[in-house]
């Protein structure tokens, strides 16, 4: 029979799966990448047993608890608990403490004729150890910064190198005022979880860890301030790619690749785009300056309806053009100039990705 763990490095390393059974609101806050919620208490039974326990202690909440564990209720808990265990044996359960609600999920199992173990100290205890975790390695890995203008494949470089963390990847974001995906972003504890789990896993071999070079917001989600420290400390490789080829790679990320997030809208994709791409640039609008923000809204306003009109992408360009030469090249030229970084090399795209295989030993995907 299996036992109980505390063996949280383990849990991450394996890839673990792990039932939740702490509440939805509590779920929604933040929970593990392999985590699946099927609740003890709904988030109302949560308040009164938790308001109960409060006014009159323990053992009145264990006796509300079980008043309010209709036959109903306790068979909808245990099938979906079932289901989940058969799907899963080797995994685990938890609740917030490893306590109370942990405990009353076994017994409910063992009277089923289930042995499921828990994790001690729940889902606190593995919180505090991603942390705890997440402060070392940022401290211990050996970082290498793919950084260059906006538009020069840094992310694609990194998706085809091992030893790599994609920031924007686990952010679900691409970083800049344009950058939504069609992924929700995570919360920002989800988001340090899978930074950490992923640290955690590349600190098991030596070597150095290639990462992009990224603002502090990535969409909604802060990177660690150890991280941002590391990042700065950390040598620099630069990508170095034409104007004209960076605006042809974003227009194919964001123009191309951004319509099939509204394959499913009432109105039509060409035109749910144009309307989210006229919200971001408004964003930058102060940034940009009044005359300069209308003639690119104007070129904007041309680019979408050749878009819905001919299917051509090809009239964005001189739009993202524009963008990059009079708005992020030159703030990323003056927060380049503004810091001292170590450069190990600078080169174009494919000359950046062999080096790293060839120079940081990290082997290729």
């Known amino acids: 029979m299996r036992t109980d763990t505390a063996n949280f490095t ?14 939805p609101v509590e779920f929604n806050r933040g929970a593990f990448p392999l985590a699946e919620n099927y609740p003890l208490l709904d988030n109302r039974q949560r308040e009164l047993i938790g308001t109960r326990y409060k006014s009159d202690g323990q053992q009145a909440a ?9 036959e109903e209720v306790l068979a909808a808990r245990l099938s979906a608990w079932k289901k989940f265990i058969d799907q899963f044996p080797s995994g685990y359960l938890y609740c917030f403490r490893g306590g109370l609600r942990s405990r009353m999920a076994q017994k409910l199992l063992r009277a089923e004729g289930l042995d499921y173990p828990m994790v001690t100290g729940g889902y606190k205890a593995m919180r505090s150890f991603l942390l705890a975790e997440l402060e070392t390695q940022c401290q211990s890995l050996a970082f290498v910064v793919v950084a260059g203008h906006t538009g020069s494949g840094k992310t694609a470089l990194l998706n085809r190198v091992q030893r790599s963390v994609d920031l924007e990847g686990i952010a679900k974001h691409r970083g800049s005022s344009f950058g939504r995906t069609d992924s929700e972003q995570p919360s920002q504890i989800d988001f340090e979880n899978q930074l950490s789990i ?25 990177l660690p301030p150890t991280l941002q420290a590391a990042m700065q400390s950390a040598p620099r490789v630069l990508v170095e790619e034409p104007l004209e080829a960076r605006a042809q790679r974003i227009v194919r990320d964001y123009i191309s ?12 994709p060409a035109q749910s785009l144009g309307e989210e791409l006229h919200f971001n640039l408004n964003k ?13 809204d104007e070129a904007l306003t041309s680019a979408n309806r050749e878009l819905q009109q001919h299917n051509n992408s090809e009239a964005y360009i001189p739009v993202v053009i524009a963008l990059l030469r009079d708005y992020y090249d030159g703030s ?18 494919a000359e950046v990705q062999q080096w790293l295989v060839d120079s940081c030993q990290l082997r290729q995907k």
Do not use: N
């Open 10 to 23: 383990k849990l991450f390393l394996e890839d673990t799966p792990l039932l939740d059974i702490r509440a």
């Open 62 to 70: 264990i006796e509300l608890g079980w008043e309010l564990a209709s």
């Open 198 to 222: 992923d640290l955690l896993k590349l600190s098991q071999q030596s070597g150095p860890v290639a990462i992009e070079d990224e603002s502090r917001l990535i969409g909604r989600c802060a």
């Open 257 to 268: 690749d951004g319509l099939k997030r509204f394959s499913g809208s009432e109105k039509l």
């Open 284 to 296: 930058i609008r102060k940034r940009l300056g009044g005359l300069r923000y209308k003639q690119l």
């Open 332 to 349: 990323y030229d003056y927060l380049m100039k503004k810091s001292e970084h170590k450069i190990l090399f600078r080169g174009s795209h």
